[in-house]
């Protein structure tokens, strides 16, 4: 479990779930989001509401995207500034989560 700093200030927090980052994993929500500045935006937020949106009718089972949205995607204090908290602290679960085998960290370099 990962805590996520929504604002500035620190006065906003939301803890985000290991289901949750998986649920970001399996449907690769993050793939693509951010454009080529590397800027995370309102528009940002805007366009990973809309891929969530259009993937739950499309869903075997739309359970876990739905609690990602309700939980954290559409938290009343959901700003750009959480949401790129969000993708550092999913960075740094995936490499907890699935480390890469020497063979993948040779490829990489």
């Not at 951010?34 to 993937?55: F, H």
């Amino acid at each position: 479990m990962f805590t996520i700093q929504l604002n500035e200030k620190g006065t906003h927090h939301l803890e985000v779930d290991d289901r949750h980052f998986q649920t970001l994993r399996d449907y690769a929500l993050f793939r693509d989001l951010v454009d080529s500045t590397g800027y995370v935006t309102e528009q940002t937020l805007d366009k990973l509401k809309c891929n969530v949106r259009a993937l739950i009718p499309t869903a075997d089972d739309p359970k876990p995207l739905i609690d990602l949205c309700y939980e954290i995607i559409y938290h009343p204090k959901m700003k750009s500034y959480g949401l790129r908290h969000l993708i550092l602290a999913y960075l740094e679960w995936e490499k907890k989560a699935y480390p890469l085998t020497p063979a993948e960290e040779q490829s990489a370099e």
